[in-house]
DNA sequence: ATTTTACTTTACACTGTGTAAAGTTGACGT
DNA sequence: ACGTCAACTTTACACAGTGTAAAGTAAAAT
């Protein structure tokens, strides 16, 4: 009993985020974390003041523990714009396997809760952040599409690498991660960037 | 009282789309729709047997009413595939906005109700259905990218024009509807499309 | 005139969230 | 050893929303 070393909040983050991850078709209730937390329900409404900061918690945990800004930033070391779009669609797409299940209650409980909804709104200006920096790199090579705005290609970046994308490519079409993720940069090649001029860059 | 025409069912039906389109934020509850049909939230069980058969016969009641079936099949009127995969990228883009409500409300159920899921999946059976047409057209054409299968090209096309990424691009980000649909357009094209060979078509 | 249809009204069971309050237990300081 | 404090548990209840049940009503159909 004592020889967990985690906090009890910590252990109701580790519990929720299990059960969400783990093939949870049926939605997570307060008493289900409890029970996989080993305590009762009124120890969870202890620590969390209700179901919709629990998950944004959660999430926080989760990036914390995954260290999701460190993952997400492996990009900036890139030199080149496209190689720096190539490693972004990569770190993106491989963290939407990691949050997808927080992130999906997450998402369906913004429909009803205000706080729920602003956690992932920041989540997602994050995202876009990330695409507008990899548009932008493309744009100072030189290599940005000529038909496109930064604003526009990053929008359209951040659209095709949206979670339910993800969704859909992978558990409804039955896609693997190598397919979505080599189908994604080579999708978002095709729109964003330009011919190789002969005599680009500058 | 008995000067409208349309039945009780049909009555409610309305109501509930209406509320769905509306701006709606909040949930639409049962006896929302009641009010809004104005009757007692008794008679809406009367007519439907719960809320998820209630939200189907509102989508197909919409399908109907807006002749979907007619708008989709326009594309099938081309005579190329590039023009094909013009037309059913704006058609079903186009189709969008009139079931988002009902979209939403449908696809939030389905989280908990198998029956809102399969409905839901029927719908967007159907739509993966007129991308891979509009693909086989290309491919028809050998205009389709050469470094895609016909399947992968359906699925992109299917992620592309999902009702998420319109949600997103739209709503979120703020585009106009005629930016959505002239990007989503030359978003399919830049991937699906293959470089024009001089003397393609055998 | 009575039956049927389409309702209304009232009431209640159920699930899940969140609140409230009293009781238990072990660690810790004095 | 004693008290107290923190971290719980247990029990109970309010509330919203869905869905069920049953009795009542009023107009239309037969």
């Given at each position: 009993m004592s020889s967990d070393p985690r906090t009890t909040r910590d252990r109701i983050l580790d519990a929720a985020l299990q059960l969400l991850e783990n093939k949870g078709e049926k939605p997570v209730r307060m008493s289900d974390i409890a029970k996989a937390a080993g305590l009762s329900r009124q120890a969870v409404y202890l620590n969390f003041p209700n179901r919709a900061e629990l998950l944004i918690a959660a999430t926080r945990h989760l990036d914390a523990r995954e260290d999701v800004d460190a993952r997400l930033a492996e990009?900036?070391?890139?030199?080149t714009g496209e190689a720096r779009l190539a490693l972004w669609v990569r770190a993106w797409g491989d963290y939407i396997p990691v949050i997808h299940g927080v992130s999906r209650a997450l998402t369906a409980m913004a429909a009803t809760d205000p706080d729920a909804a602003a956690a992932w709104g920041d989540r997602m200006s994050a995202v876009h952040q990330g695409c507008t920096a990899a548009v932008a790199a493309l744009a100072r090579d030189g290599?940005?599409?000529?038909?496109?705005?930064e604003k526009v290609a990053a929008d359209l970046l951040f659209a095709i690498l949206s979670v339910n994308t993800w969704e859909v490519l992978?558990?409804?079409?039955?896609?693997?991660q190598a397919d979505y993720l080599s189908e994604m940069e080579r999708l978002a090649r095709a729109r964003l960037l330009g011919a190789t001029a002969p005599g680009a860059n500058t």
């Open positions: 990009s900036r070391a890139a030199t290599r940005l599409a000529p038909d496109l705005t992978r558990l409804e079409r039955g896609w693997s």
